[in-house]
């Protein structure tokens, strides 16, 4: 239902000096499976990601979801991005019904829903607000209703707490772990922070810059249900330990 | 090419988050004073005016003083019709409907054509590529030199008018609405596809509101152009409105009449102006919080 599959894919942006952003990249994503892409600055990650949510074309190799080819955008793909991106001029209830509403969905069908997930990540008091009356947890909150509402296959997130404080983003760890549990939506989550990337996921890729390559893939072994209690957990500490050494040895080879 | 009246357009119409904040008893002392500041250079200038003439006029008999302006605007628009002797008495509102109405008309098709014409250049690059040349050659055609072409076209008639200031009206909307076009946040539109959005949704949905601001900006100085192109066109080439009372009066002398008659194009260009200020501050309500709250 929500299988991600990447066979050789090559993405080179053209220009001048045409720039090499992925490069013979394979990489498999299972029904419900939670894979963090993990990696320095300008390695690809959002590059790789927005090739699955259909907004870029790739140049070589084969990219398929559930078995079919990603041509473009849609709704069973839902992409949380890093600054939310809301649109300004609606109320943080009609944000959320957009989606539903341009998929010509009954009211009565999606009005009870919006309700639910503004509960759900804590916004009841502020459907009728604008996106700049909230900060930026809560725009976030609003960007991942935005993204349950249409009851994805897959949630695609690009560093979607990096420009959050620590305190919002731990809350915000929680609401993604009890969301995705009771869920079980296959989730593709970019960042560039190791804590956050041991305590989501079931599996984390490692990419390495020039060219944008996934170098190691490594099994997070945490109990689920997870939660933040289990940043002091030892198999998180080893799990730390081990990425470090791979991400530093990385860097080495490069320099 | 053309950004630099949108970007300093755009920037001014934001209003101060005071405003938005606070309705103190202070709040309201200050807007007093405030309206007091603007009327004090208007009554020093007019005294300044009737203090320097003598027997009603100055400048050797050519400029009357204010209160033969005002004596000649009060026969204009409150007089008996019809009198032989002074043409002018009763026709000042008939006047400025005249005028109105064409700026009215020329000012909605240039609406009706320079929004839609502006996103989809804004929107689409083939669009832009197969129009906007053919805009930016014709744009540094003055609309005054546009007149012999209207008269030759449409006659001495209303049509002429209405041409000339839809014309005029139509090149600053166009060009702001493909500034707000095409300055859309990458996100907006890949956020709106992402959430199932046709091609003609996301126009309707992200792009037109995201250039609502721009296109506001446009509305404003196309306005302005409107009212320039309705004077231009009455003072040559049709026989009634503001513009051709202005020409008219000024050829049988009536130097008082001239100036009543700027004076009301003054306050009507003010009026219209502030009739889309006020659209303009209800559309985009959002945009009143956002700077409120920043
Ligand atoms: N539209 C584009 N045109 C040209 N080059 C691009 C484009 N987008 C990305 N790149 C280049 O491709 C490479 C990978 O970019 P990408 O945004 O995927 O990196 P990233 O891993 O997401 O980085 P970050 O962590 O900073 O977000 C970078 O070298 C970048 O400069
Ligand atoms: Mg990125």
């Known amino acids: 239902m929500g299988t991600i599959r990447f066979r050789e894919v090559g993405k080179t942006y053209p220009g001048k000096e045409p720039v090499v952003a992925l490069d013979r990249v394979n990489l498999e994503i299972g029904e419900g499976e939670f894979v963090a892409l993990l990696g320095p600055s300008g390695c690809g990650k959002s590059t790789l990601l927005n090739l699955v949510a259909g907004f870029e074309d790739m140049t070589s190799g084969t990219l398929s979801f559930n078995g079919g080819a990603v041509s473009s955008p849609g709704p069973e793909r839902a992409v949380v991005f890093q600054e939310a991106a809301l649109l300004p001029w609606l109320t943080v209830a009609q944000n959320i019904a957009f989606g539903p509403s341009v998929q010509r969905k009954a009211r009565a069908e999606y009005e009870p829903k919006i309700r639910e997930l503004l509960r759900l990540v804590g916004l009841e008091r502020f459907a009728d607000a604008l996106p700049s009356q909230l900060s930026g947890g809560m725009r976030q909150r609003v960007g991942i209703a935005r993204a349950l509402v249409m009851d994805p296959k897959a949630l695609l997130m690009d560093e979607p707490f990096g420009a959050l404080d620590a305190q919002t983003r731990m809350s915000m760890h929680q609401l993604l772990l009890d969301v995705w549990q009771s869920l079980g939506t296959t989730v593709l989550f970019v960042t560039h922070d190791i804590d956050e990337a041991i305590l989501l996921a079931d599996r984390i890729c490692i990419m390495s810059a020039r060219p944008g390559r996934i170098t190691h893939e490594i099994a997070v072994e945490l109990r689920r249900p997870r939660s933040v209690d289990q940043l002091t957990d030892p198999a998180f500490i080893r799990h730390k330990a081990e990425i470090m050494a791979e991400m530093r040895a990385a860097q080495k080879e490069h320099a | ?294």
């Not at chain 2, 009737?50 to 605007?73: C, E, F, H, I, K």
């Not at chain 2, 309707?204 to 302005?224: C, D, K, N, Q, S």
């Open chain 2, 1 to 294: 090419m053309n950004d630099a009246p949108a970007r300093t357009m755009a920037a001014a119409p934001r209003p101060a988050p005071a405003k938005v904040m606070g309705r103190s008893a202070g709040f309201a002392a200050g807007r007093s004073r405030a309206a007091l500041r603007a009327v004090l250079l208007p009554i020093v200038i007019i005294a300044a005016w009737q203090l320097a003439g003598r027997n009603g006029s100055l400048a050797g008999g050519v400029l009357p003083t204010p209160d033969r302006v005002w004596d000649a605007w009060v026969m204009w628009a409150f007089g008996p019709k019809g009198m032989g002797l002074n043409p002018y008495s009763g026709t000042w509102l008939d006047n400025v409907l005249f005028s109105a109405g064409r700026v009215a008309q020329g000012f909605l098709l240039a609406m009706v054509a320079g929004i839609p014409a502006g996103i989809m250049i804004g929107w689409s690059r083939a669009v832009s590529g197969a129009v906007d040349p053919t805009i930016q050659l014709l744009r540094p055609i003055p609309i005054t030199a546009w007149l012999p072409f209207s008269i030759a076209v449409f006659g001495i008639q209303d049509m002429g008018a209405v041409f000339l200031i839809a014309l005029g009206g139509f090149y600053p909307i166009v060009v702001n609405a493909t500034h707000g076009a095409r300055d859309v946040d990458r996100n907006w539109i890949r956020a709106a596809r992402m959430m199932g959005a046709s091609r003609f949704d996301v126009l309707r949905r992200v792009v037109l509101p995201a250039a609502l601001p721009a296109i506001f900006t446009g509305l404003r100085i196309g306005l302005g152009i409107a009212w320039t192109a309705v004077i231009v066109s009455e003072m040559v080439a049709v026989k009634s409105g503001l513009g051709y009372v202005l020409w008219d009066a000024y050829y049988v002398g009536r130097m008082d009449v001239v100036i009543a008659d700027m004076l009301s194009i003054g306050a009507m260009g003010l009026l219209s102006d502030r009739l889309i200020v006020t659209v303009e501050h209800w559309v985009l309500r959002w945009r009143r919080l956002q700077t409120a709250t920043r």
